[in-house]
């Protein structure tokens, strides 16, 4: 009964404890790469899962806020991906359960940018492993299982096995990949919309749903992805002190 309570409360504090800010070579690092996973074409195809794994998780949790019933999620390898619920086909449920999809990713980037400014860094990926089991229960294809347990097993492996440097460098990647990826999605969007080749995007149903034109909405995304990114990127800059050469702070 004892080791039992050691082991949970070490766990505890494991999780729950803070840790010092990174260097900040290691910030601009992850920021660097970070970026170059979403203008990269080739990184992207494979890295756009993970925001796929977002854009499906914010459909499926808000579904299940405004009281819709969840039937199931699909992940699929071309990054798309679709999430099933039923309910009322119209009102403020179906409206939000619409916007949810492009709005997640950032959203969440941000959040956890915050968990990281606060040095949570442990706390902010076990988090991470919390929403993608709670998705795993959903989704009802192969290919969706396969990502989303590749995803959570590789960040349980560096949360649990990696040292601080590791798992900060690990975290601020994964946060600012995120914030970075929230635009270029929405950027996909219009120009599959543009040439009609996407007739029932999220942005179109909500024009559906709300008599407000599809443009406006695909500007609300970018907006908000925008914001998250600038509101993120603050949060998660290294103090500027520790960047300048001595010689400029004398």
Do not use: C
């Not at 543009?194 to 407000?212: E, F, I, W, Y």
């Amino acid at each position: 009964m004892d080791v039992d309570a050691a082991g949970i409360g070490e766990l505890w504090d494991r999780l729950t404890g803070t840790q010092d800010d990174p260097a900040w070579w290691l910030v601009i690092l992850a920021g660097l790469v970070a970026l170059g996973a979403v203008v990269h074409g080739p990184t992207w195809r494979v890295s756009r899962n993970v925001v796929t794994i977002a854009h499906e998780g914010g459909h499926a949790l808000t579904a299940l806020l405004t009281g819709r019933r969840l039937d199931g999620i699909k992940l699929h390898s071309d990054t798309s991906g679709v999430t099933v619920s039923r309910g009322r086909p119209d009102g403020p449920g179906m409206v939000f359960t619409a916007l949810a999809g492009y709005v997640a990713p950032p959203l969440l980037g941000l959040v956890f940018a915050a968990l990281l400014s606060a040095g949570r860094v442990t706390l902010m990926l076990w988090a991470s492993l919390l929403l993608l089991a709670g998705m795993l229960v959903m989704i009802r294809n192969a290919y969706g299982v396969l990502s989303v347990v590749a995803t959570g097993a590789l960040i349980f492996v560096v949360s649990w096995l990696g040292d601080e440097d590791v798992r900060a460098g690990f975290a601020y990647l994964a946060v600012l990949f995120l914030l970075f990826a929230g635009t270029r999605p929405v950027i996909e969007l219009q120009r599959m919309r543009a040439r009609q080749m996407a007739p029932s995007s999220d942005a179109d149903q909500l024009a559906h749903l709300t008599g407000v034109p599809g443009l406006a909405w695909v500007g609300l995304f970018a907006f908000v992805a925008l914001l998250a990114l600038a509101a993120g990127g603050t949060l998660l800059a290294p103090d500027t002190a520790a960047v300048l050469p001595t010689w400029l702070k004398d």
